[in-house]
């Protein structure tokens, strides 16, 4: 299955700073997702991009395929946006996670 | 709204004991997946499915089996547990061939004394 390596392993920002979120993945993925895990445990699906550059709100991920790698740009932060982001690729039906980047947002 | 349940949501055993976790969905997803998830640690993939009858071995299935008796349920059995298998345990669903659509459970959490 693939290898996936997250960084930074965590990261704190003040409200309405900038963060951006690295992704490295061992092999082509033919699906690229990002979830957000609060800090209750629950896992929700932010988007899925497994080329070039996607929006939503305020989030922006850009996925290089050929270079196995995907960021994840979020703007603006909010206290509210604290928890742990985890990349996963697919591979087939099946999804690989790395450890994701502990995210905290002090107003 | 797509649904996935897990059952129970905390669990304590004991060593050599026999834990079964459940999980329902509401979703009428093909797929299903079991994943644990350690502190510091992302999702590991135990044992997934791809329909009622069939069972797959993830990245991590030793000690663990499954079993899928219909499109709903997905079971994870641990026969004889260990400390080791203390953790979070994660239940999923998703969709053959529309890979962004994998909606997960609440999680379990396990303590094995």
């Known amino acids: 299955g693939q290898q996936v390596q997250q960084s930074p392993a965590s990261l704190v920002l003040q409200e309405g700073e900038n963060a951006e979120l690295q992704c490295n993945f061992s092999?082509?993925?033919?699906?690229l997702q990002w979830f957000y895990q609060s800090p209750g445990g629950s896992l929700v699906s932010l988007l899925s991009?497994?080329?070039g550059t996607k929006h939503t709100g305020r989030l922006t991920s850009t996925t290089v395929t050929k270079e196995r790698r995907s960021s994840l740009h979020i703007s603006s932060s909010q206290t509210t946006d604290s928890g742990t982001y985890l990349c996963?690729?697919?591979?087939?039906?099946?999804?690989?996670f790395g450890s994701g980047t502990k995210l905290t947002v002090e107003p | 709204e797509a649904a996935v349940t897990q059952s129970p949501r905390n669990k304590v055993a004991v060593t050599g004991g026999k834990v079964t976790l459940s999980c329902n969905q509401t979703?009428?997803?093909?797929?299903m997946y079991w994943y644990r998830q350690d502190t510091g640690h992302g999702l590991r993939l135990i044992h997934y499915?791809?329909?009622?009858?069939?069972?797959e071995k993830g990245d991590i299935p030793d000690g663990y089996k499954a079993s899928r008796p219909s499109q709903e349920n997905f079971s994870l059995i641990l026969e004889l547990a260990t400390p080791s298998q203390t953790s979070v345990y994660f239940c999923?669903?998703?969709?053959?061939?529309?890979?962004?659509?994998?909606?997960f459970g609440p999680g379990t959490r396990l303590l094995v004394l």
């Open positions: 979703n009428n997803h093909n797929n």
């Open positions: 996963a690729p697919w591979d087939y039906n099946v999804l690989y």
């Open positions: 991009n497994p080329s």
């Open positions: 999923a669903s998703g969709e053959t061939g529309v890979q962004d659509t994998q909606y």
């Open positions: 092999s082509t993925a033919t699906q």
């Open positions: 499915s791809y329909g009622a009858g069939s069972t």
